[in-house]
């Protein structure tokens, strides 16, 4: 079972940017697919992006696409969510989440090991 830890969460202005890290730690890393997710109070979790497992592939769901860009460094097991233009509408806690395959997906029922959490909050 792989290990998820994320950090770099915080308190930005509409406009601003911040830079979500993912620690991964027990199952070998590169060979699997990754994502983020997201969940604003009182709605379902969603999916924001998502990688391959060596990181040529990726999809963004529409409402981050231009804003967002997911990337990985499978020499340190770690997968990054570099976030610009940030709006009140991204506040959110943000999960990282491994794939059980290679490949990448928009589906939270092909992943099987989740971080705890990052909240992102954006003021306008």
């Known amino acids: 079972q792989v290990q998820l830890v994320e950090s770099g969460g915080g308190l930005v202005q509409a406009g601003g940017s911040l830079r979500l890290s993912c620690a991964a730690s027990?199952?070998?890393?590169?060979?699997?697919?990754m994502g983020w997710f997201r969940q604003a109070p009182g709605k379902e979790r969603e999916f924001v992006a998502t990688?391959?497992?060596?990181?040529?592939?990726?999809y963004y769901t529409d409402s981050v696409k231009g804003r967002f860009t997911i990337s990985r460094d499978n020499a340190k097991n770690t997968l990054y969510l570099q976030m610009n233009s940030l709006k009140p509408e991204d506040t959110a806690v943000y999960y990282c989440?491994?794939?059980?395959?290679?490949?990448?997906?928009?589906?939270?029922?092909?992943?099987?090991?989740w971080g705890q959490g990052t909240q992102v909050t954006v003021s306008s």
């Open positions: 989440a491994a794939s059980a395959y290679r490949t990448g997906s928009r589906t939270r029922n092909d992943f099987d090991a």
């Open positions: 027990g199952r070998t890393f590169s060979t699997n697919g």
């Open positions: 990688i391959n497992w060596t990181g040529s592939g990726t």
